[in-house]
């Protein structure tokens, strides 16, 4: 991605569309010139001030001109460490088109995908994780891809990193010291201290290495669970789904156990679980239903929520994302509370496998995916090193061998955080995104 900060960039950074507004962003030193260029209100602009301005633009071919809300956000501080101006127009299509194609003929440069948070990258405004968040939060498939991003954003990976960073530099620069004054036998640094030091390092980055298996989502199939009360034909709706052999009868309390099938649905693996109805226990058995029932639900990554079309649908028992589903359609008139369904007639099952399978999809490629496997392979080198260093250590290598080692580490925290970064691994991160963010 070749970018020169020194343009100012233009896009639309609000939905392509139709809509109640529409927001023009621009980012760069002409980005208040260029906006006012088109723009006209009673009170004339102030640079440097941070203010909203109301009046209107007229473009050419339109001969009226059109009521709009200037923003103006003066650098630094902005999301780009740039000057940065908001145009929030009607979110009219060719008038965005005409107000964009305005902007770039008076000087702009269309903004590229991801453009505004590269800025903020190199503004030091995102670390190189938190950048790959924001992508992470605009693409989420779901609440806990979503929880996640956001997580992320906030600089869960990387803050308990920048400690361990500063402590990696600080004994380097101990060592270093010490390198000086080898033969003469000084050491500025204890090697027990050493030895805590990176055992320290070790501990930290052995719980991140954990914390990011844990978030990769990828590796188990999506897990859809069949939940809600008794009788409701749960298990005959696994059964449709699977083609399994789940028992189903009139009698409320069937399914005791829970089962699992795994169902490939247009080329996706994902696991459907089959549940006990929710209902008071009065026996052990039906407690250890009802207990096995709820954990099934907890590492759902989906909850069919059924209740009979007609009924008050029941309150979503977790934080997991749930689909709420009609059962028995065929038997009274759903309302909206849901997607009809019924296994006698077999209305809504396509609709609800085509359902189930958009989703495991989008699990099968979440949006964190490549930033979490980058941030795994920088943690493995790190580790890596760190563990070379204590060995060192422990029998009592040079101390110009162990500096090689810390600084090993301290390139793969670098290169994690993006404090040290190529133009091809920005390309990569960047052109993933979408154009206007
Ligand atoms: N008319 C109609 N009956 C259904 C449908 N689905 C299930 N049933 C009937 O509803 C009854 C209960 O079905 P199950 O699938 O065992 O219900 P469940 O929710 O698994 O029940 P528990 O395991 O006891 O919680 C059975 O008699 C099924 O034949 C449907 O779509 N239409
Ligand atoms: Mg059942």
Redesign the pocket.
Known sequence: MQTDIADTIVALSSAVGTGARAIVRLSGPEALALAGSVFTAPQALQPGQRRAYEGAVSVPGIAASLPTDLYCFPAPRTYTGQEVVELHVQACPPLVELLIAELLRRGARAALPGEFTLRAFLAGKLDLPRAEAVLGVIEANGRQELRQALQQLAGGMTAPLVGLRDDLLNLLADLEAGLDFTEEDIHFIAPEELLKQLAKGLAQLTLLQKQLDQRSLSGRPFRVVIA????????????ALTGGS??????????RDYLVQRLDLDGTALDIV?T??WQSADETIEEQAQHLGRAAAENADLILL?QVAGELPPAPPTAQEVLPIA?????ATPTDDGLA?????GAGLDELRSALAIRARAHAQPPLAPSLSRCRSHVAACLEHLRRGHEMVLFEEPPELLAVEVRGALDQLGELVGAVYTDDLLDRIFSRFCIGK
């Open positions: 809600g009360p008794p009788n409701v034909g749960k298990s005959s709706l696994f059964n789940a028992l189903v009868a009139p009698e409320q309390g069937t399914t089959d006990a109805g059924c059962t028995k359609c065929d038997l369904t019924s296994t006698h007639t």
